[in-house]
């Protein structure tokens, strides 16, 4: 495993990080911890997670377990880590008591909520999920920067939050940025190059779609994802997804090498965050980020899929 800085201010993280999306609701106590482990064998120390996340499925009996869950895995372990998680989307009635999602006190009830469902002293990466477009982006940032103070959490980040909004007060940003869907080339990454931002993109590998395992004229393996999202699977993606596996097999490569590799090499990228089922996927996303592409590589991608665009 490789590690880098994330941002110009922010720590050290896996080049390939754990996002946790799928813990507490496709992933019960036994599935989490066995992928936890997993990447922690590999060398990952980049977990990221939402206060929001678990309870869609049977597995999971409300929001909140995906903390839980990825905090009960990583017992014992901690401080191998770093530990991200969010705040700032629906969390049901309690949370509604505490007013706008990113005023001062709803962030102050949020993490120590997620403090204790984490079953931790500290927060490494505490990000604003998403704006809820009332709270002033400096009341926010000042009731973070006081968690900074107190202990509670070591760095700010935030999440889709638009390119005019960024700044140093943030070590990173999360996006969706993967090699089907480049349109935060546009301004999001000029913006994190501009303030040091580093980006943590999720849905490298556009829900599956460049996992390699589905294929024109075929079903979606039961159970996938575009197995009831087959918006995705398009004759005009399938085409890029074609293109990107022959791009692939030219240099000795997977398409799941090429995503995540290609990805992590792009400009401010931190860490590829991706999410698995198992502890063979996590694994394998580990190794895909070995593959290192050339100036020359790069520019045979942006043919292919040009900077900007957006194809799914």
């Not at 889709?160 to 990173?172: K, R």
Request: glycine share 12%.
């Amino acid at each position: 495993m490789r590690y880098r800085a994330l941002g110009d201010r922010g720590p050290t993280v896996s080049v390939v990080g754990v996002g946790g999306n799928n813990f507490g609701s496709r992933l019960d106590e036994d599935g989490t911890k066995a992928v936890v482990h997993a990447a922690l064998d590999a060398g990952i120390t980049l977990f990221d997670t939402a206060d929001m996340y678990g309870g869609f499925g049977e597995s999971g009996t409300g929001r909140g377990d995906g903390e839980r869950l990825l905090g009960a895995a990583l017992k014992g372990r901690r401080d191998e880590v770093v530990l991200a998680t969010k705040f700032g989307m629906e969390m049901g009635s309690e949370a509604d008591l505490y007013g706008r999602r990113g005023s001062r006190a709803y962030i102050r009830y949020a993490v120590e909520a997620s403090l204790s469902r984490l079953g931790t002293d500290r927060i490494d990466l505490y990000q604003y999920h998403e704006p809820d477009g009332v709270t002033p982006l400096e009341e926010t940032i000042a009731a973070l920067r006081e968690l900074v103070d107190e202990g509670k959490i070591r760095y700010i980040g935030c999440s889709n939050l638009p390119a005019e909004d960024l700044t140093d007060a943030f070590v990173s940003t999360q996006a969706r940025y993967h090699l089907l869907d480049r349109v935060v080339e546009r301004d999001v990454i000029p913006a994190c190059v501009r303030h040091g931002v580093g980006l943590l993109p999720y849905y490298p590998l556009a829900n599956g779609l460049l996992s390699g395992k589905y294929r024109r004229g075929e079903q979606p393996p039961p159970g996938s994802r575009l197995s009831w999202r087959q918006g995705w699977l398009t004759d005009a993606a399938l085409d890029k997804v074609e293109a990107l596996t022959a791009y692939g097999a030219e240099r000795g490569l997977t398409l799941l090498q090429v995503a995540v590799g290609a990805l992590a090499a792009l400009p401010a990228v931190g860490s590829v965050i991706c999410g698995a089922m198992t502890p063979e996927q996590v694994t394998a996303n580990a190794a895909a980020a070995h593959w290192i592409p050339s100036p020359a590589d790069l520019a045979v991608l942006d043919a292919i899929v040009a900077p900007g665009e957006r194809v799914v």
